[in-house]
């Protein structure tokens, strides 16, 4: 298969292939196939969906982590306002 591109077009792919670190052909196949997957309605619907690998829990951690967090962080701001006054 050939694709013929316009000089600004061919400049501006060549540029950033070299910015990158990759062909152009490269760049050309990374954008052709993202949009056949948005085209083909495979591209993640929701940004769940784009990092559901990165969301879960951890067996045995502390559950009340994030609460002592976030007391320490109100007392911290009590303590300077009460040392501004």
């Known amino acids: 298969m050939t694709v013929r591109l316009d000089r600004p077009m061919r400049l501006r792919l ?15 196949r990374a954008a052709l196939q ?4 948005v085209q083909e309605g495979q591209a993640g619907a929701t940004p769940y969906e784009a990092m559901a ?8 951690a502390d559950k009340a982590r994030s ?3 976030a007391r320490a962080i109100a007392a911290e701001i009590r303590s ?6």
Do not use: E, F, K
């Open 53 to 60: 690998d990165l969301i879960g829990s951890v067996r045995g």
């Open 14 to 28: 060549t540029a950033a292939a070299r910015r990158r670190g990759r062909t152009p052909s490269d760049l050309a």
């Open 34 to 37: 993202a949009w056949l997957d």
């Open 67 to 69: 609460q002592r967090g």
């Open 80 to 85: 300077r306002r009460s040392a501004r006054r």
